[in-house]
């Protein structure tokens, strides 16, 4: 399985499996109730008396230019038949509409019937649902409480039929022998339906079918929906969701002239590259509610894999470097939408926790991360540079906007709690922990026994207490998590200082200025002249080790400026990442870090290639004017995107297809952020 376009409107979002199946439905909210959740939508054709699945089809997808319509081609050579589908969600309606163009290439009269099959599990669980012929709508309908999902046509129907998947000798709604379906008007429990249009198509032309799927919260809400799609005409509607998106990243090129970029020496590269670049930008919108949720992936692989979960939810970092990516692209909307969601999330005492759902009030999404350690200790199962991003955030807006009285309406609730906890949330022991945290940071500190920083105790560094790195695996105190603190904090001083609040500007200031001063101290390598990636708890021995393995996130601990040193240690370090983590196979690509064992294909490899990583390097060098090293791994990452333009998670070592979810909206934001840094730099001059 695997997903070859992704429709979306900030409420609803539909996912298009490399089969032109429906694989996932969200509704109302992007990545929160997946009404197909384990299924997937079928569609049959009945061509000369015989029934084919639609995947018997070879088939090529694209989408339009610059736009979030898809158009595919499927060709049959046995049949004669082709179908070409053009689709959308629309812009302004949450519908998913689909043409079908249906092309007879033989000489003879065909008689064809298009089934689409619908398996929607309602509210994402099989239990309770009802399918059900619905006549003042002419509409299949499936519903569960205020859920209500409806598949219907702008043409004349042939047939209908709802069951359970056990109906019918187990066939379900499928189509017996004979291409006709059996005449079932309702079914409860687990349940599926089908529709069937018939046409006849003369030799050599074609015919146009539409399919239309509404969501609604009751039979009136679906019905008036389909009566103005109807109305209006569905080629008429997707014209208009083209134009839409077209109009949208118009504005972008006006703002950033980015068709001006020039990076390679072959023009088709460039042009490639800035195609890339206006997917991704088109893709994160498919991906962000429209209540300031920008969700990780909303690929249910895992789940149509047999697994428990998927990544379908907000992570508080994925969403701000998402963010920043729009904020720098001229799009400040979106970034105010997430400072409202987080605002919404945030603990009283000033912390944001591993992932959300997209709906605020729905809470905590499921977590990995435990409330307490192995050695018993309460622990608080944060990843600190999720809050601390979000402060980064607030004050890329101010700089952009300039809106004083926008972010006043924030600073009590969220800006200064959360800058508050970062100043709290330290290793110190000469400043006594505020009572509000005595319950919580008993039992954080470790011994420092058998880790000898060489000048100082991690007790008393000042720097930010243990959290989860990056990767949200380990505990410690980490190099990039630091300089997430950091750059909270100076973030968090310029907002104060917009709007006002002198003392709380100093403060933070202060405190940031310590922490990159200790930061410089510990984290440098004298003996190899590098960078540490940080400190982590050996779990087995319960004491904190230094890490001295390559991981790729000391890039981002660079690009946040956190490190005040010699030029030679800086390019060391990137050359040790680059040595220990680029993989030595026909693929290549930058792995995470070494012994990455998430999803490891090789044992004998430091891990899998990952797009993020690839990135970063891309864009380190493109701020050292290595033009050479830019063109390199920005060629990689377009190499191995899928033709529609998609960007998964991470590719395969030794094939380059993408593993894990795709798209990851993370691997769209770092094409962007890619990009917008060879603009500002003018690369294309060096």
């Not at 409202?340 to 977590?367: K, M, T, V, W």
């Not at 959360?418 to 110190?428: P, S, W």
């Not at 370090?573 to 490891?600: C, M, P």
């Amino acid at each position: 399985m695997s997903t070859t376009l992704v429709l979306g409107n900030s409420s609803m979002l539909v996912n298009i499996n490399h089969e032109m199946k429906m694989s996932d439905l969200y509704w109302p909210n992007v990545g929160q109730e997946n009404h197909l959740n384990k299924t997937v939508n079928d569609l049959y054709l009945w061509v000369d008396g015989s029934l084919h699945n639609i995947n018997e089809w070879d088939c090529h997808s694209i989408y339009e230019k610059n736009s979030l319509v898809g158009i595919s081609k499927l060709t049959n050579k046995q049949l004669n038949v082709d179908i070409e589908v053009q689709e959308a969600v629309l812009h302004n309606q949450d519908a998913h509409i689909r043409i079908f163009k249906l092309v007879n290439n033989s000489n003879l009269e065909r008689r064809i019937r298009l089934f689409a099959l619908q398996r929607f599990h309602v509210k994402e669980t099989d239990i309770g649902d009802t399918c059900l012929w619905y006549p003042p709508a002419n509409a299949m309908v499936h519903y569960k409480k205020d859920r209500y999902i409806a598949t219907a046509t702008s043409v004349k129907l042939y047939q209908f039929t709802c069951a359970a998947p056990d109906d019918n000798e187990g066939k379900g709604a499928m189509p017996d022998s004979n291409g006709e379906l059996k005449f079932n008007q309702i079914a409860t429990g687990e349940v599926e339906s089908s529709i069937s249009i018939e046409r006849i198509i003369q030799a050599d032309t074609s015919v146009y079918i539409d399919l239309i799927t509404v969501c609604g919260h009751c039979f009136d809400d679906v019905q008036r929906d389909l009566e103005s799609i109807r109305d209006k005409g569905s080629l008429e509607l997707i014209k208009e969701t083209n134009e839409y998106w077209k109009s949208f990243i118009k504005n972008i090129e006006d703002n950033l002239s980015i068709s001006n970029l020039q990076i390679f020496p072959d023009e088709n590269d460039n042009k490639k590259l800035i195609d890339m670049f206006y997917r991704s930008q088109l893709i994160i919108r498919t991906q962000t509610d429209k209540n300031g949720a920008i969700i990780a992936a909303n690929d249910s692989t895992y789940l149509k894999e047999g697994g428990k979960d998927s990544y379908a939810y907000f992570w508080p970092r994925d969403a701000a470097f998402a963010a920043k990516a729009l904020i720098d692209s001229g799009d400040i909307k979106i970034a105010k939408n997430y400072i409202e969601y987080c605002a919404n999330l945030i603990d009283p005492r000033g912390f944001l926790l591993h992932r959300y759902y997209s709906q605020s009030q729905s809470g905590l999404a499921s977590s990995w991360h435990p409330w307490i350690g192995n050695d018993g200790s309460y622990q608080l199962p944060i990843q600190i540079d999720e809050t601390a991003l979000m402060l980064t955030i607030a004050e890329s807006i101010i700089k952009s906007e300039s809106n004083r009285d926008w972010i006043k309406q924030y600073w009590t609730k969220l800006i200064k709690p959360a800058a508050d906890f970062l100043v709290d949330y330290r290793f110190n022991s000469t400043q006594e922990i505020p009572q509000k945290f005595n319950d919580h940071i008993e039992g954080f500190i470790f011994s420092d026994k058998g880790f000898d920083t060489g000048a100082f105790s991690i007790e008393v560094s000042g720097l930010p207490r243990l959290s989860y790195d990056i990767w949200e695996v380990r505990q410690g105190v980490f190099c990039y998590s630091t300089a997430a603190v950091y750059a909270g904090l100076l973030a968090a001083s310029a907002v104060a200082m917009e709007i006002g609040e002198l003392d709380h500007s100093v403060r933070f200031r202060q405190v940031a200025r310590k922490i990159r001063a200790k930061a410089n101290e510990l984290f440098i390598d004298k003996e190899r002249k590098l960078i540490s990636a940080g400190i982590f708890i050996n779990h087995q021995t319960g004491k904190l080790e230094s890490e001295k393995g390559a991981d790729a996130s000391v890039l981002l601990a660079l690009k946040l400026n956190l490190f005040e040193v010699d030029e030679e240690i800086i390019l060391n370090t990137v050359r040790f990442i680059e040595e220990k983590l680029w993989l030595q196979t026909d693929i290549g690509g930058l792995a995470r870090k070494e012994s990455d064992w998430y999803l490891r294909v090789d044992n004998e490899l430091p891990g899998n290639p990952w797009f993020i990583t690839t990135a970063w390097l891309a864009e380190f060098w493109a701020s050292r004017g290595n033009i050479a090293k830019v063109q390199r791994y920005t060629k990689w990452i377009m190499d191995h995107a899928d033709i529609t333009g998609l960007i998964a998670e991470q590719a395969h070592p030794y094939n380059g297809y993408g593993i894990s979810v795709k798209p990851l909206t993370w691997s769209h934001t770092e094409v962007i952020n890619l990009v917008n840094t060879i603009m500002k730099l003018d690369v294309k001059h060096l």
